[in-house]
C-alpha cells in the first residue's frame, strides 16, 4: 500500500498589507489546485474590506493541504484642503495647506504652505499621504476682478497757477498720490503724472495714471480786447469757434505758437465761424483783427 505525501502549501500574497479600497491577489504555491477561505479566487484581485486572515487548501490528487495569511487593511487618511482665504484679489497671495495625513502634493503647481498667487479662479486638489495610503480633498478659489481704474482731468494743460481737477473713475474710492484730493481742485506746481489708486467694492484695486503739463503762459491772459468776440470751447482738440455781432470783410484770424511764430492765418466774415487745426497740444495765441485793429486776443489751449 502507497501512502501519497501531503502537499506542503504556501499561502502567497502581491501585497503583504493594502490600503482600504486597493486591490491585492492571493495566490498558493505547492500543490495542483487551491481553495480559499472568505469567497477569495486563487490568482484573482480583490478589493479586502478589512483585516482579516485568509486560509488556502491545496489539494494534490487525494492529498491537501492548508496555509494561511494575514492581510491588514489599512485606514486612507481622511484629508482636508485649507486655505487663508477663498477670495483673492489679482496679484494677492494665499496659501494652500493639507491636513489629516503625513505629507501632501497639490494640482495647479502648488506647494503646500508655500504663498502664492492665483492667476485664474480654480479648484485646487491635494492629495494627502499617510504610509502608502491616500486620500484627497478639494477647495475653490475665487480671483476677484480687478476694477477697471481710469485717471481724469480737467485739463491736461494748464498755465503755471491755474488750477485743475483730478478724478478717478471706474472703482468705488479712490486715493492719489501725493496731496491731491479726488474731485478738489489744485494748481500743480509742474508738469507731472498724477496716479490715482481705485478700490472697487470687492475690495480689490487697481491704479492709472494722468500727465498734467503745467506752461509759464507769460504775458498771456484768458481774453484781451473786444468782450463781444468769444472763443469756445477752450480748451479743445484744435476745433472750436469764433464767434461775434458780426466780422467786416477784412476781419483776420491769426494764431501763434508758444515761440511766437505765426502758424495759422485766415480770413474770417460773419457772426460765427469755425476753425479747424491739426495742431500739436499746447497753448497758442489767437488775435482777431478787423479793418486793420486788434479786436481781441485769446490763449488757446489745444489738448
Not at 502507497?2 to 503583504?16: C, D, E, K, L, Q
Not at 485664474?120 to 481704474?149: F, K, Q
Not at 481781441?296 to 489745444?302: A, G, N, P, W, Y
Request: hydrophobic content about 35%; charged content about 5%.
Amino acid at each position: 500500500m502507497n501512502v501519497a505525501p501531503t502537499p506542503t502549501v504556501s499561502a502567497n500574497t502581491t501585497s503583504t498589507s493594502v490600503c482600504a479600497g486597493g486591490n491585492v491577489t492571493l495566490s498558493g504555491g505547492g500543490a495542483t489546485s487551491y481553495a480559499w477561505s472568505g469567497g477569495v479566487t486563487n490568482n484573482v484581485p480583490f478589493a479586502p474590506s478589512s483585516t482579516l486572515s485568509y486560509t488556502v487548501t491545496g489539494t494534490t490528487g487525494a492529498c491537501s493541504g492548508t496555509a494561511s495569511i494575514n492581510i491588514p487593511v489599512n485606514p486612507n487618511p481622511t484629508v482636508t484642503a485649507n486655505t487663508t482665504t477663498n477670495t483673492v484679489c489679482p496679484g494677492s497671495n494665499i496659501t494652500l495647506s493639507g491636513g489629516g495625513a503625513t505629507t501632501y502634493t497639490w494640482t495647479g503647481g502648488g506647494t503646500n504652505a508655500a504663498p502664492f498667487a492665483p492667476s485664474t479662479s480654480t479648484t485646487y486638489v491635494v492629495t494627502g499621504l499617510t504610509g502608502n495610503c491616500t486620500g484627497t480633498a478639494a477647495v475653490a478659489i475665487t480671483v476677484s476682478p480687478a476694477p477697471p481704474v481710469t485717471a481724469n482731468t480737467t485739463s491736461t494743460l494748464v498755465c503755471s497757477g491755474s488750477s485743475v481737477t483730478l478724478t478717478g473713475g471706474g472703482a468705488t474710492t479712490y486715493t492719489w498720490a501725493g496731496t491731491v484730493v479726488d474731485g478738489v481742485a489744485f494748481a500743480p506746481a509742474g508738469t507731472a503724472a498724477y496716479t490715482v489708486r481705485g478700490t472697487g467694492s470687492n475690495g480689490c484695486t487697481a491704479t492709472a495714471t494722468v500727465n498734467v503739463t503745467v506752461s509759464i503762459c507769460t504775458g498771456l491772459t484768458s481774453n484781451s480786447g473786444n468782450s463781444d468776440i468769444l472763443l469756445y470751447p477752450n480748451p479743445n482738440t484744435g476745433m472750436f469757434v469764433i464767434e461775434s455781432k458780426g466780422f467786416s470783410s477784412e476781419a483776420v484770424v491769426e494764431i501763434y505758437d508758444n515761440l511766437g511764430k505765426l502758424v495759422f492765418n485766415e480770413n474770417i466774415s460773419g457772426a460765427k465761424h469755425v476753425i479747424n487745426t491739426n495742431f500739436a497740444t499746447g497753448i497758442y495765441t489767437v488775435k482777431i483783427t478787423d479793418q486793420n485793429t486788434v479786436q481781441s486776443i485769446h490763449k488757446l489751449i489745444i489738448e
